[in-house]
Structure formats: structure tokens, C-alpha cells
């Protein structure tokens, strides 16, 4: 079985510049998770999707931020316009949804996206 | 406030000792879920153990144990007699169930990296 991929593995681009970073969540994984982890700080919880819907995008630093999940497979983040402190390590996770199920499943993380805004 | 606290920022030992990293956690809620993730040079975090808050037992696997204490809001990992292949960084995080029984996003500590030197 795939694990969670993310593309690209690392992108520099300048201030100002727009980048999407891409993850394809495990097959039949419905809940996806973004996270981010700047230089020498916690990862941080972006937001999370149950299919297609945003669950909880409490995390997401403000508007520049978008992401999406189309017909519930794989998503996409989107910044626009990048910032320098938007630097960091991109994760993205996934897991099983069973409503109810006790114990939960564990979330199953992405090698990363490197992003670099210089 | 959730917030989990990894105080050893790296940790360095020769190979075969046994070395323990300490996680302890804060939160309100009663119940929640502990994990420990591995994450190894090649960049991905590998999941290691999921515990939920009305289990206390302890778990070995292999090398590897959990020691789980409530009163003293801790969750310690120890790995015994330590491998060069064990070297990496090691998150602890804890994640809160909401009502309808998902999981919650993971909130992570700052990670320890341990070098196992041969």
C-alpha cells in the first residue's frame, strides 16, 4: 500500500511568488491534515479535511493560505503571496475515518515539502 | 491550554546504552490520546505508539518502552541498548477526541534528536 506522497520535495521561490504543494493522502483515507514546522519551532496544525470539507482550519496563519481537496482525494496548499517567515517543513498526514471506532486511528505523515522564500 | 513539553533538545549516546526521553503534556479535557513519532534523516514521521488516556499500562515493543504516568502528566519513551539506526528525532504529541469520537488534530513538542554513535 502507498504511503502519503507530497510533491514537491523542496521549493525555493522569492517573496511574492505564488506555490502550490500537493499531497495524495493514503487510498480510502478520508481524513487529511496539514502541519507545518518553521526552523526550531513545534509542528504546528494547519487544518483538516473529512472528504472534501474543511473540519477545522483553525490552524491556517491567515489568507494568504489556501487549500483545497478536490472530490476528497488529494489536496493542495496554496500561498499566495509567499512571505519569508512562510519558510518551513510542509507536512501532510491522513487517516482512516471511523466515527465512533475506539481506539483512533493514527494519523500516517508525508515525507514534507521543504519551502524555502527567500 | 494543550502544550507538550519535550525539554531534551538532543540527546547523544554510544551505541548500547539505553537512553530515555521525557515527553510531559498538558490539557483540560480527560479524555486524549499520546503519540511518539520517529523521524528518521530521509525526512518522514514514522509512527510509533498511540495511547489513550484510560490506559496507563505500560507497552514494550522490542527495544522499545512507553511509561505512561497520569499524575505526573508524563509520557517517557526508552529505548533500550541503543542503535546508530535509532538515531533520529523523536516527537511526542497528544491529541483531544471530540464528541463524535474523531480524532482531534495532533499537538506536537519541539522533538528531541538523539545520536547514537557507534
Known amino acids: 500500500e502507498a504511503g502519503v506522497t507530497q510533491f514537491p520535495s523542496h521549493s525555493v521561490i522569492e517573496k511574492g511568488q505564488t506555490v502550490t504543494l500537493r499531497c495524495d493522502p493514503i487510498?480510502?483515507?478520508?481524513?487529511l491534515y496539514w502541519y507545518r514546522r518553521v526552523m526550531g519551532k513545534e509542528i504546528k496544525f494547519l487544518l483538516h479535511f473529512v472528504k472534501e470539507s474543511k473540519q477545522d482550519e483553525s490552524g491556517m496563519p491567515n489568507n494568504r493560505f489556501l487549500a483545497e481537496r478536490t472530490g476528497g482525494t488529494y489536496s493542495t496548499l496554496k500561498v499566495q503571496p509567499a512571505e519569508l517567515e512562510d519558510s518551513g517543513v510542509y507536512f501532510c498526514a491522513s487517516s482512516h475515518r471511523d466515527r465512533g471506532r475506539i481506539p483512533l486511528d493514527e494519523q500516517y505523515f508525508g515525507p514534507g515539502t521543504r519551502l524555502t522564500v527567500t | 491550554a494543550q502544550k507538550v513539553t519535550q525539554a531534551q533538545t538532543e540527546i547523544s549516546v554510544v551505541e548500547k546504552e539505553d537512553v530515555t526521553l521525557d515527553c510531559v503534556y498538558e490539557?483540560?479535557?480527560?479524555?486524549?490520546?499520546l503519540f511518539w513519532y520517529k523521524q528518521p534523516p530521509s525526512g518522514e514521521l514514522v509512527f510509533l505508539i498511540r495511547r489513550n488516556s484510560f490506559d496507563e499500562q505500560n507497552e514494550i515493543s522490542g527495544r522499545y518502552s512507553w511509561n505512561f504516568q497520569k499524575s505526573t502528566s508524563s509520557f517517557n519513551f526508552t529505548i533500550t541498548a541503543s542503535q546508530v539506526v535509532d538515531s533520529a528525532v523523536y516527537f511526542c504529541?497528544?491529541?483531544?477526541?471530540?464528541?463524535?469520537?474523531?480524532?482531534?488534530?495532533?499537538?506536537f513538542g519541539k522533538g528531541t534528536k538523539l545520536s547514537v554513535k557507534p
Open positions: 504529541a497528544l491529541s483531544e477526541v471530540d464528541y463524535g469520537g474523531s480524532q482531534g488534530n495532533l499537538i
Open positions: 490539557t483540560r479535557d480527560t479524555t486524549y490520546y
Open positions: 487510498s480510502g483515507h478520508d481524513n
